[in-house]
């Protein structure tokens, strides 16, 4: 129970850092991108089909193991870039990366989206997780890519 309410507590501070830092822009465009990843401004990501939830989106290198909810939670201290997004506001997402300016990452990524709907539920419902994840295409920090590709994360 006390590894449980650390690993809330790291995650709940993660997530206030990423709220703090950026925001999202309004759009009903997807931002150019192509449906698999790439293109979109930079420092953008575009999600597709976002259903009616505000989520904290964290960026992580392909190395980290998200197979699990306490893996996802280690991970997301070595963010490569941090936003926000939340489908009343659009679907598009302002990354922020470590230096100033926009996030201008090009590559494979890991993108976490963290529910900021989830708070007091069970985080492993697969209906309601609290993490999903998807690896996603970036080109100079932007990319588009579809809610549906983002695997709900439902393992301890």
């Known amino acids: 129970m006390a590894n449980k309410k650390f690993l809330l507590a790291i995650l709940a501070i993660?997530?206030?850092?990423?709220?703090?830092?950026?925001?999202?822009?309004?759009?009903?465009?997807?931002?150019?991108?192509?449906?698999?990843?790439?293109?979109?401004?930079?420092?953008?990501?575009?999600?597709?089909g976002l259903p009616e939830q505000s989520f904290n989106v964290i960026v992580v290198g392909m190395d980290k193991n998200l197979s699990s909810f306490s893996n996802v939670s280690?991970?997301?201290?070595?963010?490569?870039?941090i936003g926000s997004?939340?489908?009343?506001?659009?679907?598009?997402?302002?990354?922020?990366?470590?230096?100033?300016?926009?996030?201008?990452?090009?590559?494979?990524?890991?993108v976490i989206l963290a529910n900021k709907d989830s708070s007091g539920k069970d985080p492993l419902n697969k209906n309601?997780?609290?993490f999903r994840t998807a690896t996603v295409n970036f080109s100079k920090?932007?990319?588009?890519?579809?809610?549906?590709?983002?695997?709900a994360v439902t393992k301890q």
């Open 14 to 48: 993660v997530l206030a850092f990423g709220m703090a830092v950026s925001g999202c822009s309004k759009s009903s465009e997807s931002g150019g991108g192509k449906a698999d990843g790439g293109g979109g401004e930079p420092g953008t990501l575009t999600i597709t």
């Open 74 to 81: 280690f991970a997301t201290l070595s963010a490569e870039a």
């Open 85 to 110: 997004i939340d489908s009343s506001d659009g679907n598009i997402c302002k990354l922020s990366g470590r230096g100033p300016g926009p996030w201008t990452g090009t590559g494979k990524f890991q």
């Open 128 to 130: 309601n997780p609290a």
């Open 141 to 151: 920090g932007g990319a588009t890519v579809k809610f549906s590709s983002f695997t």
